[in-house]
């Protein structure tokens, strides 16, 4: 099974950017789509950003569209957030996480089997 540790997180003001980096180990990351998820304190968790396995193909959900690019590097078995633009309503606990199976990037948490432990991310005004 592959395993995921994310890093990037921290304190920025509001519209200054961050880049979250999740980075696999025990299987190559290629093998999975990979998506960003985050969960606020109070909050359900919810869908941030997925990626497909080549890199082709990225949804994100309406309130990121514009500010925020997931992307990944299969050689380096990292996957990327570049968050831009944050908000206030942006800070919260993100993880990456990794679908192994053949089907379209999903937005369902539940579809996905591998997750990081988290970072950080608070936005101050």
């Known amino acids: 099974q ?6 990037g997180g921290g304190l920025v003001q509001a ?17 999975y789509i990979m998506g960003w998820f985050r969960q606020a304190p ?3 968790r919810e869908f941030v950003a997925t990626i497909n396995r080549s890199g082709s193909v990225a949804i994100y959900v309406e309130s990121v569209k514009g500010r925020f690019t997931i992307s990944r590097d299969n050689a380096k078995n990292t996957a990327y957030l570049q968050m ?40 101050s005004s």
Do not use: I
């Open 15 to 31: 519209g200054g950017s961050l880049r979250l980096s999740c980075e696999a180990s025990g299987r190559t990351l290629s093998g």
């Open 42 to 44: 109070g909050k359900e």
């Open 2 to 7: 592959v395993q995921l540790v994310e890093s």
């Open 84 to 123: 831009d633009s944050l908000k206030v309503e942006d800070t919260a606990d993100y993880y990456c996480a990794a679908d192994r199976a053949f089907r379209p990037p999903s937005t369902d948490w539940k579809n996905y089997d591998y997750w990081g432990q988290g970072t950080q991310v608070t936005v």
